[in-house]
């Protein structure tokens, strides 16, 4: 979700413009014009870093001024579900589409310090006999290996995580399985010369620790890749051609400075793209210096974060929930990518027999909704 930062910026610069053109358009919201926003409060807010929970809350929308202005429609229909669903089914699936908006609105299971324990249902439980890493790829991925040009396969499935640590340590797992040549690409890190010539914190930090920094919407100074693994795009490259932040692809070369790669999802789909390396600059406010890394803007993503996912509409998803959700939103949203109940798979950190997860769910921002 965007931070109302960003509609009330909008809001003062389209008084000015307007107002240009009649005076009394600087009193009106919007510069008088009528401006549609979308989107669903259960899912995650905007992210605020180190942030408590009333500060996370107040960054919504419906808590800055212009929510007084807001018509609210609700949408009530699941169309990821009902796409595939046909009168046989229709009432089990009405049934699941109720279970994730109780998930999403926090009216499911019990309370407790942490947050509320949900008891996920039998069907959707993964058992890991030990192995917690190849029991989700073996029910995400099967037979993984024949299907790996297999470009619909990779499309409608994923493995979700809450955290970037998790993510990374299941698609080293899987890239380490696969047949065929590894390629590892190294990045140049600095100091952002506008940064650095303020500062001097280019004479300060060593090569070393620029290397190992390692954030979320960041490919790490490793980027490790084989031909025919799914990739994600961290960055817009030609947004009129629909190749943007999130854009899945599967890598079809690799080059020693440029990869190509045929994309999975969006008005693209099925087109090859080429790829090249740039400079990427991070906008995490916890970093304390401003770093530059050049390097390729993907992700490798058989498994992404929770967060990563929103937005995504997928037929098979493996929910690893080696530990609990951390936030407003995530669970709900993991739950909710998949076209049907049998797409979902969920697997517990707690050992064999655990069957309860925590569900964070902030009540208090659906007030005024």
Not at 167 to 184: F, H, R
Not at 272 to 289: A, E, F, G, S, V
Request: with cysteine; glycine share 8%.
């Amino acid at each position: 979700m965007t931070h109302k930062y960003c509609f009330e910026a909008l809001d003062k610069t389209l008084r000015d413009i307007c107002s240009s053109v009649n005076p009394k358009n600087e009193e009106l919201p919007f510069g008088g014009k009528i401006v549609v926003l979308g989107g669903d409060f259960r899912q995650t807010l905007p992210v605020i870093p180190k942030g408590t929970r009333e500060e996370i809350v107040m960054s919504a929308i419906n808590s800055s001024y212009l929510w007084d202005y807001v018509q609210v429609k609700h949408l009530t229909i699941n169309m990821r579900l009902m796409h595939q669903s046909n009168m046989l089914d229709r009432e089990e699936v009405e049934r699941f589409a109720r279970w994730i908006l109780h998930i999403g609105e926090g009216t499911i299971g019990k309370e407790s310090d942490r947050g509320i324990e949900v008891e996920i249902p039998p069907d959707l439980l993964i058992h890991s006999n030990g192995d917690n890493y190849k029991a989700i790829v073996d029910s995400t991925y099967p037979d993984l290996h024949n299907n790996l040009s297999n470009f619909d396969y990779l499309e409608e499935r994923a493995i979700l995580a809450p955290t970037l640590e998790i993510v990374e340590g299941i698609n080293n797992y899987i890239l380490s399985t696969l047949p065929g040549e590894e390629v590892k690409y190294f990045s140049y890190d600095s100091i952002c010369l506008t940064a650095a010539s303020s500062s001097g914190d280019d004479d300060i930090y060593p090569q070393e620790y620029l290397n190992s920094i390692s954030i979320s919407g960041l490919p790490n100074h490793v980027l490790s890749l084989k031909i025919g693994v799914p990739i994600m795009l961290l960055r817009n490259i030609d947004q009129s051609a629909g190749l943007c932040n999130g854009t899945r692809g599967v890598i079809t070369k690799l080059g020693k400075r440029i990869l190509e790669a045929k994309v999975l999802t969006g008005p693209s789909r099925g087109n090859k793209i080429l790829i090249p390396r740039m400079n990427l600059c991070p906008t995490d406010t916890t970093l304390h210096i401003k770093l530059q890394r050049k390097q390729f803007p993907i992700l490798v993503c058989f498994a992404m974060t929770i967060n990563k996912s929103q937005g995504q509409t997928l037929a098979h998803v493996g929910l690893y929930l080696e530990k609990s959700v951390f936030t407003h939103g995530q669970l709900y949203v993991a739950v909710s990518r998949v076209k049907s109940r049998n797409g979902l798979k969920i697997l517990l950190g707690g050992g064999e027999g655990c069957n309860t997860t925590t569900n964070v769910v902030y009540k208090e921002v659906f007030q005024n909704v």
